[in-house]
C-alpha cells in the first residue's frame, strides 16, 4: 500500500472516548490548521458532494462573526464541525496528531463536508483580499470539485496569507483592515483504532466506517442511490461505462452534487431490460422480482432500490479486502451490465428519428399538443444522453416503451450463462425492419389519446413495442 503524506492538526481541549475497537478525539480546531486538512483531502469518503447554497452561506456569515468580531466566539456552538477517520495516526504534543489517509474511499472527512467547503472558501476569500485580488465568483466554485481547483490556482496567496497572518506586526494590520485572521475554532471529531498495531482490531475499525459514515449522512438529504454509489454497488456499472463510454462516463452523476448531467438512476432504470433476463431475477433462484415494465419509465426510484437489493446479495457481489465495499463477481449480471452501456446510444438514435416514425404513415408528429408544449423558438433541440441533434423534441413517456420492445432483441444464453444482443442494436435501429415496428407502434400513441402519460405508464404500450420489434426481428433475419 502507497502511504500518504501525514497531515498534522491541533485539537485544543481535548477529550478521548474508547468503545470496543473505535477511540473517538473531541476537540476544537484552530482554523489555520483546516489548510492542512483542504490540501490532503477531497471527499471521498463522504457519501455526497458539498455544494454551495444557503447552508455554506450561513456558515459562512458564522466564521465572519467570530473571527472579525473579537467578542463571544459562538462557531464552536453552532456548528457540528467535521468528523475525520483514520486508521493510521501519531499522537504529538501539545495537541497535535499526524494523520494517514491511505484508503480516501473510507478515511477522510466522513461528515461536515459543507462546513468544509465554506471554511475553505472564507480562507480562500481572506487570502485573495489580502492579495489584492478579486474573490471568486460563487458561480466558479459552486461544487467541492471546482472549489478544490480553485484553491489549488490560488496556493501561493493562500501560503502569503498565513504567514502574514502568523507575523504579529502583520496580523494586526490586517485586522484594522477589516480582514479576518482565522481567530476562530472549528469543532472536530475524530475517529481512529484504539490499537492501530492490532490487524484485527484495524480490520474491524475499517469496516466499520462506511455503517459510520452512513448513519452519519442519514438524512433527506442524501438520496438511496448516494448509498449505494458509497456501498461501491454501482462501480461494475461505472467502469464498463468507462470503458467503453469514457467521454460519456464524464457525465454521469454517481453521488450528490457531483456535477455530472446524467443521472445514475436514470441509467440503472434502463438496465432493468437486460437484467430482468438473469436467472437472478427470472429463475427458481431470483433473488428480487423486476420492476414493473412501467417502472423504467415512470418508477425509477423502484428500478433503484431493487438494483441495490440485488447487488447486496451475497451471492452477486462479496465484500473487497477491506470489507468496506461491495464488488461484483456474477459474470451473468455482469453480462447484463455490459448490455445495458449500449442502451443510451440506442435511445438516443431512436429518439432522433422518432418523428420520421410517427409521421411516415401520414401522421403530423409536431401538432401533438404534448410535442408543442415542448418546442421553442431556437428550433434546437439535442437527445437526452450523448446530445446529439435532433428535429423536435420527444416526450419521455412516447418513447420509453419503444426503447423497452430492444428486450426482443436480446437474449440469456444458458450455454454461456450471460445476456447478449441477438443483433448489433443500432444497425438493427437504423434498419427499415425496425422502423416499421416503430411506425405500428405509434397506433399506441393515438390510441392514448396522445398523451405522454398515458403511453408511458400503461402495460399495453410496452408489450405491444416488444411483439412489434419482435416481428421484426424475424423479418430482420428473412
Not at 502507497?2 to 482554523?31: N, W, Y
Not at 495537541?95 to 466522513?110: A, K, P, Q, T
Not at 462501480?235 to 452523476?253: T, V
Not at 409521421?359 to 408544449?373: E, F, L, R
Request: proline share 4%.
Amino acid at each position: 500500500m502507497t502511504h500518504e503524506s501525514p497531515v498534522t492538526i491541533r485539537l485544543k481541549q481535548s477529550s478521548e472516548q474508547t468503545v470496543g475497537v473505535i477511540k473517538r478525539v473531541f476537540g476544537l480546531m484552530p482554523a489555520r490548521f483546516i489548510v492542512n486538512v483542504i490540501d490532503a483531502l477531497d471527499l471521498e469518503a463522504n457519501p455526497r458532494n458539498s455544494r454551495l447554497g444557503s447552508v455554506t452561506d450561513a456558515i459562512e456569515a458564522s466564521i465572519a462573526n467570530d473571527d472579525l468580531d473579537q467578542g463571544q466566539q459562538l462557531f464552536p456552538f453552532k456548528t457540528k464541525g467535521i468528523l475525520l477517520a483514520t486508521s493510521q495516526y501519531e499522537q504529538l504534543d501539545r495537541g497535535r496528531y499526524n494523520l494517514i489517509f491511505d484508503d480516501r474511499s473510507i478515511e477522510g472527512v466522513l461528515d461536515g463536508g459543507h462546513n468544509m467547503l465554506a471554511i475553505g472558501l472564507y480562507i480562500l476569500n481572506q487570502a485573495e483580499i489580502t492579495a489584492g485580488k478579486t474573490m471568486p465568483r460563487k458561480k466558479d466554485v459552486n461544487l467541492w470539485a471546482d472549489f478544490k481547483r480553485v484553491w489549488k490556482e490560488a496556493h501561493q496567496d493562500i501560503d502569503s496569507y498565513l504567514q502574514r497572518i502568523a507575523n504579529a506586526e502583520d496580523r494586526a494590520k490586517l485586522e484594522q483592515d477589516g480582514i479576518g485572521t482565522l481567530n476562530f475554532l472549528i469543532p472536530t471529531e475524530m475517529l481512529i483504532p484504539a490499537d492501530q498495531d492490532d490487524a484485527e482490531c484495524l480490520e474491524t475499525f475499517r469496516s466499520s466506517l462506511l455503517e459510520i459514515c452512513d448513519a452519519r449522512n442519514n438524512n433527506a438529504q442524501l438520496t438511496v442511490g448516494t448509498k449505494g454509489n458509497k456501498e461501491g454497488l454501482f462501480d461494475a456499472f461505472r467502469s464498463l461505462f468507462e470503458e467503453k463510454e469514457p467521454e460519456f462516463a464524464k457525465n454521469i452523476s454517481w453521488k450528490t452534487n457531483d456535477g455530472g448531467t446524467i443521472e445514475s438512476r436514470n441509467l440503472i432504470a434502463l438496465a432493468w431490460i437486460p437484467l430482468s433476463l438473469t436467472t437472478w431475477v427470472n429463475g427458481e433462484n431470483a433473488v428480487v422480482d423486476p420492476p414493473k415494465t412501467t417502472a423504467i419509465y415512470s418508477g425509477k426510484g423502484q428500478c433503484l432500490d431493487k438494483y441495490l437489493t440485488l447487488m447486496r446479495d451475497s451471492r452477486i457481489s462479496t465484500a473487497n479486502t477491506n470489507g468496506t465495499e461491495k464488488e461484483l463477481h456474477d459474470q451473468q449480471v455482469l453480462s447484463a451490465l455490459k448490455v445495458a452501456v449500449d442502451i443510451p446510444r440506442a435511445f438516443d438514435l431512436i429518439y432522433q428519428n422518432f418523428p420520421k416514425y410517427y409521421n411516415k404513415p401520414g401522421g403530423s408528429y409536431g401538432k401533438i399538443s404534448a410535442v408543442k408544449s415542448m418546442q421553442h423558438k431556437s428550433g434546437e433541440y439535442m437527445t437526452p444522453f450523448y446530445g446529439l441533434d435532433a428535429e423536435q423534441p420527444v416526450p419521455d413517456g412516447f418513447i420509453y416503451p419503444l426503447v423497452y420492445g430492444l428486450k426482443a432483441c436480446m437474449e440469456y444464453d444458458p450455454g454461456r450463462n450471460e445476456v447478449r444482443w441477438r443483433v448489433d442494436p443500432y444497425k438493427f435501429i437504423q434498419s427499415k425492419d425496425f422502423a416499421k415496428a416503430a411506425e405500428d407502434y405509434c397506433g399506441v400513441i393515438r390510441q392514448s389519446e396522445y398523451d405522454p402519460q398515458k403511453v408511458g405508464k400503461g402495460k399495453f404500450s410496452y408489450s405491444s413495442a416488444e411483439t412489434f420489434v419482435e416481428l421484426a426481428m424475424v423479418r430482420y433475419h428473412e
